[in-house]
């Protein structure tokens, strides 16, 4: 037998097989796109509160809020500000450096101005000197250098929790060095709920210039997963259908990162059962792959009862030794804490409606029980998380659960 020429690894069996993949990377959370639909007028009003730091940027410093729900693009705003801001700035001459600093991982401001010193290629101990004098070689760098610095503090609610000056201390950065303005901050949070507990002073060198976002409804969240769709995936490759589904299923939070994460996860199980399209049916598998969480920023939008009620029942379940309550003892001990906290508590049946919603919510799990000592009446129980987290969770929001 004679072999022409070298075969091909397309030549044989699995070759045949093409992935609906043109390029995965550009799916993970990280990836930063170029477009990014719905989300242009907001990205201009950024530029603009920061215009005069980028032409200006020794006289002028900014500080801006940013909130809005989980996937609503916050932090991808941000990274792309960053970017633009910088490239901006030389145009005027001005050295601008943007930090992106998430302050779930690094929650306190020591830790973060730190980081902010090596960023700028400044080495300083993260041990052995205290707070004044990393402010101050702080300062020290940013005049030396004539460099003014943004700092985007993401989830900057986590560093407020843990320690409630700091917000204080970022508002008077802008005013550690005389004469020339070095720092700028862009406050990013699901909530503004955080400002609840600061005193009115910080509040108002804040000066409110603030963008919020809104989830994004079923039609955007279809034109975002468009827009990812060209660069991920072969020409063709998956369905329109496929694309409204995904961006159905994720509209109920309004979260693009879940829709991407549908679209991605539909990509691989097309691949896995060799089909050249991404199909509905991909999308469903893919929805139904995905194990039940608990969304802690499902927390973040529950009204003030709600989070009572949820405080008590976790109270109760963490001192009871059965893995369920019953709703009558969930309702005492609300009108309980609702009194030692001097809150009007809301009647009966409010308080059932509000224990239902927390349940289709799937932040707790109810069921009948059969007839038995306590007759047939509605438990309570945690299927996804401890009452222990839950507690941790939502005591942060206490200040606010008490204003
Ligand atoms: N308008 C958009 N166009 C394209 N991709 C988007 C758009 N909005 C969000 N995304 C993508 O969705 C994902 C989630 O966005 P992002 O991480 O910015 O959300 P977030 O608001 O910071 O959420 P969280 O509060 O959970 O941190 C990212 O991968 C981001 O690139
Ligand atoms: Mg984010």
Known sequence: MVIYGKPTKSSFGMSSHHSVFRNESVLVPEFVPLTTPHRGDQMKALEAYFQGVVERSGQMSQNVLLSGPVGSGKSMLAKKLGATLERNALLYGNRVKFFHVNCRIDRSLQAILTKCMHFLGHGYPSRGFGFEELLQSFSEALTGDKVHLIVAFDEVDSLVISDPSSLYTITRLREITQGSQVFSSLLISKTLDYLKAVDLSTLSSLQWNSISLDPYSSQQLYDILGSRSQDAFNDGCVEDDSLELAAEIASTYGDARYAIDLIYRAGRMADLSDSPRITPEHVRRAK????????????????????????????????????????????????????????????????????????????????????????????????????????????????????
């Open 288 to 403: 139904a792959s995905l194990p039940p969480q608990f969304k802690k920023e499902e927390l973040a939008y529950l009204g003030r009862h709600q989070r009572l009620i949820l405080i008590s029942i976790s109270n109760l379940l963490k001192k009871s030794d059965s893995a369920y309550i019953t709703i009558g003892e969930a309702e005492k001990s609300y009108d309980a804490l609702c009194e030692s906290m001097g809150v009007a508590a809301n009647h009966h049946t409010q308080v059932w409606s509000d224990i239902n919603e927390l349940s289709r919510k799937g932040i707790i799990e109810t069921q009948i029980s059969g007839k038995g000592v306590r007759g047939r009446t509605t438990m309570i129980g945690l299927s996804l998380v401890s009452a222990e987290q839950l507690i941790d969770e939502l005591r942060g929001m206490v200040a606010d659960v008490r204003s």
